[in-house]
C-alpha cells in the first residue's frame, strides 16, 4: 500500500503538460539589422531561426509587439514593416499590436494568444518596444507561462534601454527566471554559436558583424545558443523547448531521479509478487 501511494506521488511530481512551448531570447536585435547594418544576411538568419523556433511548425500567425506611436529616437526604426521586407513574412502572417491594443484586451489577453502561434516582441534598440509594452507582459507574466505551456511560443530580442525606450522596466520580466540580463553595447567580433545552437542550424558568421544589447548572466535552465567572445557565463541567446515554471526550467535530473525510483519501485513489487 505504502509502495502504491509513493508511486502515485512520484508520478504526480513528473507530470508535466501534454504541449510544452518554445521559447527564444536574445541579446542581440536581428530583426532591425536584416534590414541595416554591415551584417544583414547573417542577422536576417538569426532572426528567422529565432522566430521560427518559437513558432515550431505553426501555421497560426505570430503576435508582434511594438509601440506603435512612440516618438522614434536616433538609431531606432519600427521594426514590424522588416518582417515582411527583410524577413519574408506575408502580411498575414502576423498581427502587430503596441501597449493600447494589449490593454484592450483586458482579461481576453490569455485566450487571445491561443489564436497566435508565437509572441515576437521587438527590441528596444534598434527596434521600438517601449516601456509600456514590456509594462503590460511583465505583468502577464503567468498568462504567457500558461501560454507556453500549452503548446506557444516566445521570442524576444534584446532589452537594454540603449535610447531610453524602458527605462528602468525589469528586462524580459515576462519571463521572472531571467532578471539576471545584464545591459551592455557591443560590436560582435568574436561571439561563438554553441552545439545548440549549430543544431539549430546557426554559425558563427549569424551573430558577428552587428552589435548586442544585453547577455544573460544565468540561464533559468535554457540552452546557451551564443556565447559573448565564447564566454560560457556570457550567454547572449537562450533558447528551450519543454514546459516551464515562473522560476525556471525544471531540472532534467530530478525528472531522471524520480523515473529511475519508478521503476526501481515496480521492479521491487514485481519480486514481492
Avoid: C
Avoid at 219 to 234: I, S
Avoid at 246 to 265: D, K, Q, R, S, Y
Wanted: glycine share 12%; hydrophobic share 45%.
Amino acid at each position: 500500500m505504502k509502495s502504491r501511494l509513493f508511486i502515485t506521488v512520484l508520478v504526480a511530481h513528473m507530470t508535466v503538460p501534454a504541449f510544452a512551448g518554445s521559447i527564444f531570447v536574445t541579446g542581440h536585435d536581428p530583426i532591425w539589422h536584416a534590414n541595416q547594418g554591415v551584417n544583414t544576411v547573417g542577422a536576417r538568419n538569426l532572426a528567422v531561426t529565432g522566430i521560427q523556433f518559437a513558432r515550431n511548425g505553426s501555421p497560426l500567425p505570430f503576435l508582434f509587439i511594438e509601440s506603435k506611436t512612440d516618438p522614434i529616437p536616433s538609431g531606432n526604426l519600427r521594426e514590424a514593416p522588416f518582417l515582411t521586407s527583410a524577413l519574408g513574412y506575408s502580411a498575414a502572417s502576423f498581427q502587430v499590436m503596441d501597449a493600447a491594443d494589449l490593454l484592450a484586451l483586458g482579461s481576453n489577453f490569455r485566450t487571445t494568444l491561443d489564436s497566435y502561434s508565437a509572441i515576437v516582441v521587438a527590441s528596444d534598440h534598434g527596434g521600438m518596444l517601449s516601456a509600456d509594452e514590456l509594462l503590460f507582459l511583465n505583468g502577464h507574466a503567468l498568462d504567457i507561462i500558461d501560454y507556453l505551456n500549452a503548446g506557444g511560443g516566445l521570442f524576444a530580442a534584446a532589452e537594454s534601454n540603449a535610447r531610453g525606450m524602458i527605462g528602468a522596466t525589469p528586462r524580459f520580466g515576462f519571463l521572472p527566471f531571467l532578471v539576471s540580463s545584464a545591459d551592455f553595447q557591443t560590436a560582435e567580433t568574436a561571439n561563438v554559436v554553441t552545439p545548440f545552437g549549430l543544431g539549430l542550424g546557426l554559425v558563427n558568421g549569424d551573430v558577428n558583424g552587428n552589435f548586442s544589447h544585453n547577455y544573460f548572466a544565468s540561464t533559468g535552465g535554457m540552452n546557451p545558443v551564443d556565447l559573448f567572445n565564447g564566454m560560457a557565463n556570457r550567454p547572449l541567446t537562450l533558447a528551450f523547448r519543454g514546459p516551464i515554471t515562473p522560476t525556471g526550467v525544471p531540472e532534467p535530473g530530478t525528472i531522471f531521479l524520480l523515473g529511475a525510483a519508478l521503476v526501481a519501485l515496480s521492479a521491487a513489487r514485481k519480486r514481492r509478487g
